[in-house]
């Protein structure tokens, strides 16, 4: 691994000092199947420039891949550091929520006592250690996303929780403007209680053009159809699905021309964090990496209608990245195959690998931290305490 040097300073993330960097000589990620050999300057947050730069300054990355930070579409932050509850398959999500709070409360009380702001950073931190620079946080905000929180918190939309958890539904979507997503479960339930949810949600006139339907498990033939028709679009959460209700979406679903993004849901029904969705989600359904690598860059910038280049790689689009090794291989067979030796946000080295760290001084303050089946890692962030039995999303943590 070659040393070298971040040049000049700007603003960043939440505002905080950045670097502008020049990358030199890594594949660059121009598609699924696709990189090519480049130098990439960032300056203020921003790609600047792909392709030749002049010069000798920057960070010497030629044995590197660069893909675009992946995107999150759906997660719970504060719930990460919770085990994983229940004894599916239940009929719906509400089944699910009652039966875990009467037969676990003494597990949920524990994890309760932890400050809502250290669980978010945890939320933070297990999303950032595979990967992922934004996150769409399906839960109340928080202060702490504008104090150097490990990744980017999406803002830009509106939502509610479901058709069972929030009566006022309907009312919130028609006070979302138009041209931001609204984002709520929609169908995470099976049988005739799935059924009579979507008959629900389609007379409230909530199969619009800005809604996404987080689970969409009850989406038939018939519902799917209208979906299709008034341009929604989907959440998928297969791993959280299928320990919850038995079942997710349909191969007709996933193959339907509506758009589809990834989503992790939270550590207490989903399957590890966003690697282990896009591997899970592959094991059942048979998508390509490809297809599957869309669901959590370009395509999902799309269905949550971000607006400054999210999930692609390209000039004027901000600086959110993930290096890998450069093994030969496509960005999507890198995703599924490698973990990130490190994750920029903004231009700004938010995670190294050891290794990775060792190219630059930046990480020498960084914080060590190991996460079962991750490795060991250097974040710039605070590391809250983690308590004895407590675990992130099913993995053990040392700091």
């Given at each position: 691994?070659?040393?070298?040097?971040?040049?000049?300073q700007a603003?960043?993330l939440?505002?905080?000092?950045?670097?502008?960097?020049i990358?030199?000589?890594?594949?660059?990620?121009?598609?699924?199947?696709?990189?090519?050999?480049?130098?990439?300057?960032v300056?203020?947050?921003r790609?600047?420039?792909?392709?030749?730069?002049?010069?000798?300054?920057?960070?010497?990355?030629?044995?590197c891949?660069?893909?675009?930070?992946?995107?999150?579409?759906?997660d719970?932050?504060d719930f990460?550091?919770?085990?994983?509850?229940?004894?599916g398959?239940?009929?719906?999500c509400?089944?699910?929520?009652?039966d875990?709070?009467?037969?676990?409360?003494?597990?949920?009380?524990?994890?309760?006592?932890?400050?809502?702001?250290?669980?978010?950073?945890?939320?933070?931190?297990?999303?950032?250690?595979?990967?992922?620079?934004?996150?769409c946080?399906?839960?109340?905000?928080?202060?702490?996303?504008?104090?150097?929180f490990?990744?980017?918190?999406?803002?830009r939309?509106s939502?509610?929780?479901?058709?069972?958890?929030?009566?006022?539904l309907?009312?919130?979507?028609?006070?979302?403007p138009?041209?931001?997503?609204?984002i709520?479960?929609?169908?995470?339930?099976?049988?005739?209680?799935?059924?009579?949810?979507?008959?629900?949600?389609?007379r409230?006139g909530?199969?619009?053009?800005?809604?996404?339907?987080?689970h969409?498990?009850?989406?038939?033939?018939?519902?799917?159809?209208?979906?299709?028709?008034?341009?929604?679009?989907?959440?998928?959460?297969?791993?959280?699905?299928?320990?919850?209700?038995?079942?997710?979406?349909?191969?007709?679903?996933?193959?339907?021309?509506?758009?589809?993004a990834?989503?992790?849901d939270s550590?207490?029904?989903a399957e590890?964090?966003?690697?282990?969705?896009?591997?899970?989600?592959?094991?059942?359904?048979?998508l390509?990496?490809?297809?599957?690598?869309?669901m959590?860059?370009?395509?999902?910038?799309?269905v949550?209608?971000?607006?400054d280049?999210?999930?692609?790689?390209?000039?004027?689009?901000?600086?959110?990245?993930?290096v890998?090794r450069?093994?030969?291989?496509?960005?999507?067979?890198?995703?599924?195959?490698?973990l990130?030796?490190a994750?920029?946000?903004?231009?700004?080295?938010?995670?190294?690998?050891?290794?990775?760290?060792?190219?630059t001084?930046?990480?020498?303050?960084?914080?060590?931290?190991?996460?079962?089946?991750?490795?060991?890692?250097?974040?710039?962030?605070r590391?809250?305490?983690?308590?004895p039995?407590?675990?992130?999303?099913?993995?053990?943590?040392?700091?």
């Amino acid at each position: 691994m070659k040393a070298g040097a971040i040049v000049e300073q700007a603003s960043g993330l939440h505002g905080a000092p950045a670097a502008a960097v020049i990358l030199r000589g890594a594949r660059v990620a121009r598609s699924a199947r696709r990189a090519e050999k480049a130098d990439v300057a960032v300056a203020r947050g921003r790609i600047r420039h792909i392709g030749r730069v002049a010069g000798r300054k920057g960070l010497d990355l030629s044995d590197c891949l660069i893909l675009p930070g992946l995107i999150n579409a759906h997660d719970h932050l504060d719930f990460s550091v919770f085990p994983r509850l229940g004894d599916g398959p239940y009929e719906t999500c509400g089944h699910w929520a009652r039966d875990i709070r009467a037969r676990f409360a003494d597990a949920i009380d524990q994890v309760r006592s932890i400050a809502r702001e250290e669980r978010l950073i945890w939320g933070g931190i297990r999303n950032l250690a595979c990967g992922v620079t934004t996150v769409c946080h399906h839960n109340p905000s928080h202060s702490v996303f504008a104090r150097g929180f490990p990744v980017r918190v999406m803002r830009r939309f509106s939502w509610a929780h479901s058709l069972e958890f929030s009566p006022e539904l309907a009312r919130s979507h028609a006070a979302c403007p138009s041209t931001r997503p609204f984002i709520f479960h929609a169908g995470e339930a099976v049988n005739g209680a799935g059924r009579r949810e979507m008959v629900t949600l389609a007379r409230l006139g909530l199969f619009a053009p800005n809604s996404v339907l987080v689970h969409a498990v009850a989406l038939d033939r018939d519902f799917l159809s209208l979906a299709r028709q008034n341009g929604c679009a989907l959440v998928w959460c297969p791993s959280s699905n299928m320990f919850i209700l038995g079942r997710t979406l349909t191969r007709e679903v996933l193959n339907s021309g509506l758009p589809v993004a990834l989503g992790t849901d939270s550590g207490i029904s989903a399957e590890g964090d966003m690697l282990d969705e896009l591997r899970f989600a592959q094991a059942i359904s048979g998508l390509t990496e490809a297809r599957l690598y869309g669901m959590v860059t370009s395509g999902a910038a799309s269905v949550l209608r971000l607006a400054d280049g999210e999930g692609s790689l390209s000039a004027g689009a901000l600086a959110d990245f993930v290096v890998f090794r450069d093994a030969g291989q496509s960005p999507c067979e890198a995703l599924f195959r490698q973990l990130p030796e490190a994750v920029f946000i903004g231009g700004r080295l938010q995670l190294a690998s050891e290794e990775f760290a060792a190219r630059t001084p930046e990480a020498e303050d960084f914080t060590p931290l190991s996460i079962q089946g991750r490795g060991r890692v250097r974040v710039r962030c605070r590391i809250p305490a983690m308590r004895p039995g407590i675990r992130l999303a099913g993995r053990e943590v040392t700091v």
